[in-house]
């Protein structure tokens, strides 16, 4: 099946410190989400983006399809952002997001 | 706030015994999912219904089921349960019969003791 590789896989940042997150998948998709695990293990969508670019505040994402990679970008980073952070992928109509093992944030004030 | 509710939040139960957990989509979306997350496996893909149909299936194990009822709220059963039980189950919900943009709820904290 498909293979989604998060990198880095740890990430420590101090407030005000801008970061990339790379998501590289092994196949071609047809969806890809980005979502944010906060600290009481909620999940939220961040981008719906299986290509192009999109961008929400101080977040943003882009998605190369035709060389199987994703980016988000934060910038500003503020301590509300530490969690964890998965990209997911969907190969075809299999019914299912896959996840990658996600990039644990941590923001120090 | 996504719009699917998912309850009980939380939940403690010994081995052996059986829970039910319970999803309530967004407006509008026909399609519910299960996933698992747990420590060692990540988020796992369970089962997938859309409009009352099961559509697609992943790694649910033989103890477990699930169904979606007319009105398109689900329930995941889980029985006869383990220590290797104990994780987080998440629903999610999308309008589209084919994934699409997938909206999760707080999920149900399972603990198996």
């Known amino acids: 099946g498909i293979q989604v590789e998060q990198s880095p896989p740890d990430l420590i940042l101090q407030e005000g410190a801008n970061s990339t997150l790379r998501c590289n998948f092994s196949?071609?998709?047809?969806?890809l989400q980005w979502f944010h695990q906060n600290p009481w293990g909620q999940l939220i969508n961040l981008f719906y983006i299986p290509s192009g670019t999109k961008q929400n505040g101080r977040l943003s994402a882009t998605t190369v399809a035709t060389e199987r990679y994703s980016l988000l970008y934060i910038s500003s980073s503020q301590t509300t952002d530490s969690g964890v952070y998965f990209c997911a992928v969907e190969r075809g109509s299999q019914g299912n997001l896959i996840f990658g093992k996600g990039t644990k944030l941590s923001v120090k004030p | 706030d996504s719009g699917v509710t998912q309850t009980p939040k939380h939940l403690i139960t010994a081995t052996g015994q059986r829970v039910t957990l319970r999803c309530s989509p967004r407006s509008g979306d026909l399609s519910v999912y299960w996933y698992q997350q747990s420590l060692d496996q990540g988020l796992q893909f369970l089962i997938q219904y859309y409009n009352g149909e099961e559509r697609a299936k992943g790694n649910i194990l033989e103890r477990f089921s699930a169904q979606q009822f007319p009105d398109l709220h689900s329930e995941l059963n889980l029985s006869s349960l383990e220590l290797g039980d104990s994780a987080l189950y998440f629903c999610?919900?999308?309008?589209?019969?084919?994934?699409?943009?997938?909206?999760f709820g707080e999920g149900s904290r399972l603990t198996v003791l």
């Open positions: 999610a919900s999308s309008v589209a019969k084919i994934t699409g943009e997938l909206f």
């Open positions: 196949d071609s998709v047809n969806n």
